[in-house]
């Protein structure tokens, strides 16, 4: 499959294909942890590695594995790659839709039985690339060299990617998304406002409020879930879509610093540089290279 990737690759980073959620991803170098955010989807690693950081949890997904990304969760990533063993792999953003229609057609147990509950969920997690999953990529990593086929199979070969990651071990991550009730879903429900109102001075006690929750409960599920409380969530987000405007050269330093949210710009400066290890300033107009970039939120 690392020959699939590499033939239609054109840049470091994440490369858009003819199917509009998939993505082909590569890079020729290391990357140093750097924080990043991905949208739900499963990000598939055929060479080179990754180790993903949540707090005191470390996600390691080299060639081999996938990454099934639940919820929109901010943490740092570490890349191996090199010019001779560049890391190649693909990302699958997931539409809600088309999980939903999916998940009616999977059990709830997982392969050893156990039906799933709130409690064992997390938003994140590396699965072994094999079986069912690893041949249904490849059929459609296929679709990719023949323009007709991926015009007339592409859609149903993503639908048989997912489907087969929904019976996979970490498919209840999936699953937990279209629940209704529970703490799994009002705190992902949460985390969805976060993301798409991040410049906006939303409150603990609010979005506890729209849970349906106690703020300390709130606080708790957040924490457990994310392993970072809110209101830190809620300012990495911040500060990663500032970046993408800097990175991009469409916004200043105050005007990003405005545009996320910011009251000052001294303020969001200095936490800016403990975040990302560099000036805001530093950013601005670098080369829109980052390879997390086009799948981030």
Do not use: W
Request: aromatic residues 6%; charged residues 25%.
């Amino acid at each position: 499959m690392a020959r699939m990737i590499e033939r239609h690759v054109r840049h470091d980073g994440f490369n858009e294909t003819a199917l509009d959620s998939l993505s082909l991803v590569a890079s020729h170098c290391r990357r140093e942890r750097e924080p990043i955010v991905y949208e739900p989807g499963l990000v598939f690693i055929v060479q080179g590695g990754k180790i993903g950081f949540v707090d005191d949890r470390v996600i390691r997904y080299g060639a081999g594995h996938y990454l099934v990304q639940a919820m929109p969760l901010p943490f740092e990533c570490e890349t191996s790659g090199s010019p001779d063993q560049p890391l190649l792999g693909a990302a699958l953003r997931i539409a809600p839709e088309l999980l939903a229609e999916l998940a009616g057609a999977v059990s709830r147990e997982t392969p050893d039985n156990r039906l799933i509950h709130d409690d064992d969920a997390l938003p994140m997690a590396a699965v072994t690339l094999d079986g069912a999953i690893g041949d249904a990529l490849e059929r459609l990593l296929d679709c990719l060299d023949d323009p007709e086929a991926a015009k007339a199979l592409g859609q149903a070969r993503i639908r048989e990617v997912i489907f087969e990651s929904l019976r996979g071990p970490q498919g209840h991550l999936l699953r937990q998304l279209l629940q209704s009730q529970g703490a799994y879903a009002r705190i992902g429900g949460a985390i969805e406002m976060l993301r798409t109102e991040y410049a906006s001075p939303l409150s603990v006690s609010s979005l506890a409020a729209r849970a349906h929750m106690s703020v300390s409960s709130f606080h708790a599920h957040f924490k457990q879930l994310t392993r970072i409380s809110p209101l830190q969530y809620q300012k990495r987000i911040r500060l990663l879509k500032a970046r993408d405007l800097l990175v991009q050269n469409t916004s200043n330093v105050s005007g990003a610093a405005s545009a996320v949210g910011y009251q000052s710009a001294s303020q969001f400066s200095r936490e800016y540089k403990r975040y990302f290890g560099v000036a805001p300033a530093y950013d601005r107009g670098s080369a829109p290279d980052d390879e997390d970039t086009p799948i981030a939120s």
